[in-house]
């Protein structure tokens, strides 16, 4: 069973900057990608980045510039930078990894940023 452990979120001012933690029950290397979400009051949940098990990242075009995914196979982590943190960013941000079909979700992480 795989698990994803989530943190690194907290309030911030805009303007600052958080990085974001997954971490993995398993070899992050095994899986297929890990992707991040974020998931706005009221909102859906969007995806905002990606890395593959080849370390090619990819982003939602509203984050390009100041999100940065990055993963530390040794420590089994996945990591989500983010700068120049704004209002819109305030969120509950979840890591996701895809393996052998299938879908594994953390808990979670609130970002709150305060104007």
């Known amino acids: 069973q795989v698990q994803l452990v989530e943190s690194g979120g907290g309030l911030v001012q805009a303007g600052g900057s958080l990085r974001l933690s997954c971490a993995a029950s398993?070899?992050?290397?095994?899986?297929?990608?890990i992707r991040w979400y974020h998931q706005a009051p009221g909102k859906q949940r969007e995806w905002v980045a990606v890395?593959?098990?080849?370390?090619?990242?990819n982003y939602a075009d509203s984050v390009k510039g100041r999100f940065t995914i990055s993963s530390d196979n040794a420590k089994n982590t996945v990591y989500l930078q983010i700068n120049s943190l704004k209002s819109e960013d305030t969120a509950v941000y979840y890591c996701?990894?895809?393996?052998?079909?299938?879908?594994?979700w953390g808990q979670g992480t609130q970002v709150t940023v305060s104007s």
């Open positions: 890395i593959t098990s080849s370390g090619s990242t």
């Open positions: 996701a990894a895809l393996q052998g079909g299938r879908i594994y």
């Open positions: 398993g070899s992050t290397s095994t899986f297929n990608a």
